[in-house]
């Protein structure tokens, strides 16, 4: 079973400071991971992926994220935040060869002017 | 190129009612998934056809919810009778087959559906 926990509901930076968002996954195999964005009344789409080659990726909008297997983790980071990063960001796991994407809670991503 | 679209976008209905949503995929795209997040938790999967042929619904709740895609093109979820924890935002998306699936599902806008 897969499954990616994101800490912090909630996150609040202000304008020109550095977000980082965080994501711990879960997986029984070598896991391909991934960054979606929500922007308000849109669908989801997808900000990065991680599925094998580089550890650290980047992204849209000058975000990266970097597969750290020691530590089960995948980390949102952008250095300066834009007003227009004001979203909500879903990490996202699935396994090898299968179709299933598991997604964490989601983080609302504050920016203050 | 059209994006996945939802209709309708938002559906308010009574209890015990009846609910069906629709989704168009993107065109070219085999696969198609159904996806529902309630208000505060997570996106959580429900069901991903393979054109016409169900693939993997292991995250449908309960038999009061019907999904078909008829001819592998557009989808629909039905709920009937629809309940109180129904309510929620569900999710269409879809992505291609060829060249292996790394993980980019394209995402509708959603419909939410409110039970009262």
């Known amino acids: 079973a897969q499954s990616v926990t994101q800490l912090g509901s909630h996150v609040s930076v202000s304008e020109g400071a550095l977000v980082l968002l965080r994501c711990n996954y879960s997986s029984s195999v070598p896991p391909y991971l991934f960054w979606y964005v929500q922007y308000p009344n849109q669908g989801l789409q997808l900000l990065l992926k991680y599925t094998s080659a580089a550890t650290l990726v980047k992204g849209i909008n000058g975000f990266e994220a970097e597969f750290k297997k020691s530590e089960t983790s995948f980390h949102l980071t952008k250095p300066s935040a834009h007003m227009s990063d004001a979203a909500e960001y879903f990490c996202a796991v699935s396994e090898r060869g299968y179709q299933k994407v598991t997604f964490g809670i989601g983080t609302k991503l504050q920016v203050i002017p | 190129e059209a994006g996945v679209t939802q209709f309708p976008s938002h559906s308010v209905i009574e209890k015990g009612q009846t609910v069906t949503l629709r989704c168009d995929p993107i065109s070219g795209h085999d696969n198609l998934y159904w996806y529902r997040r309630v208000m505060g938790k997570e996106i959580k999967f429900l069901l991903h056809?393979?054109?016409?042929?169900?693939?993997?619904e292991s995250g449908m709740p309960n038999n009061r919810f019907l999904a078909e895609r008829t001819g592998g093109t557009y989808s629909t979820l039905k709920v009937q009778p629809a309940e109180l924890e129904d309510s929620g935002v569900y999710f269409c998306a879809s992505s291609r087959t060829s060249g292996g699936f790394h993980g980019e599902l394209f995402f509708g806008e959603g419909s939410r559906l409110t039970v009262l």
């Open positions: 056809f393979v054109k016409e042929s169900k693939q993997d």
